[in-house]
């Protein structure tokens, strides 16, 4: 069956620029998790939805970072303003009953 | 002190050899531990659960030691193909599906 898609596959903007990122998790799939990957680092947890309950944001790292999850499905995780720091590539996952999560191909962000 | 920690290697080693990959956690209530791959540019892929009485797939053995908070992964008569990043990692703690991942180790499995 059909994996975790995300779109845009690579993203270039402007500092300061907004930009939103999608994610269509697996069909069924109760759980969906944000992560970001900077060149070279490991996975930064940055949200977690789990089905009707309020999402984990504990790992947003500022305010100008927001997600949501539109019908227990599609998520789209917007940045505000962005900075050259926050280049990096966007990972989202999805899991069944929060088992073994399952990621999509990223994307890639570059602020210039 | 980090909560998940991994030898970053790289680890070079020819074909056909065993190579053990290590791994600690500092939160004693953390429940899953898995080990993930992930190959250059790609997304990270399960490659397996660690349950408490160690468990086998193939080539690969995970072992998992709680009162250590350790974790290891065996790969025994590597392929050229099993070169990759390999990421540990565990939950954030209790029932929690928070999870955790090591900057992990990397593989290089030379012919």
């Known amino acids: 069956g059909a994996g975790v898609s995300q779109s845009p596959s690579n993203k270039v903007t402007e500092k300061g620029k907004d930009v939103e990122l999608r994610c269509d998790p697996i069909s069924g799939h109760t759980a969906l998790y944000w992560y970001r990957q900077s060149l070279g680092q490991g996975l930064e947890f940055l949200i977690y939805f789990q089905g009707n309950s309020a999402p984990d944001k504990s790992g947003l790292p500022s305010d100008r970072f927001s997600a949501e999850r539109t019908g227990g499905s599609v998520s789209t995780l917007t940045i505000q303003r962005t900075q050259q720091e926050d280049s990096a590539v966007y990972l989202c996952a999805s899991s069944l009953q929060g088992l073994e999560q399952y990621f999509g191909p990223g994307t890639r962000l570059t602020v210039t | 002190r980090k909560e998940v920690e991994q030898d970053p290697g790289p680890f070079n080693v020819p074909e056909g050899a065993t190579v053990a990959f290590n791994c600690t956690y500092s939160?004693?209530?953390?429940?899953?531990f898995f080990w993930y791959r992930q190959d250059c540019r790609k997304e990270p892929k399960l490659l397996m659960s660690?349950?408490?009485s160690g468990n086998e797939d193939g080539r690969f053995t995970a072992q998992l030691n709680r009162a250590s908070q350790y974790i290891s992964l065996l790969i025994r008569d590597s392929k050229l193909s099993d070169s990759a990043t390999y990421l540990c990692?565990?939950?954030?703690?209790?029932?929690?599906?928070?999870?955790?991942f090591g900057t992990g180790t990397l593989l290089a499995v030379q012919p």
């Open positions: 939160n004693s209530a953390s429940q899953s």
């Open positions: 660690v349950y408490s």
């Open positions: 990692v565990v939950n954030y703690g209790g029932a929690t599906n928070k999870l955790i």
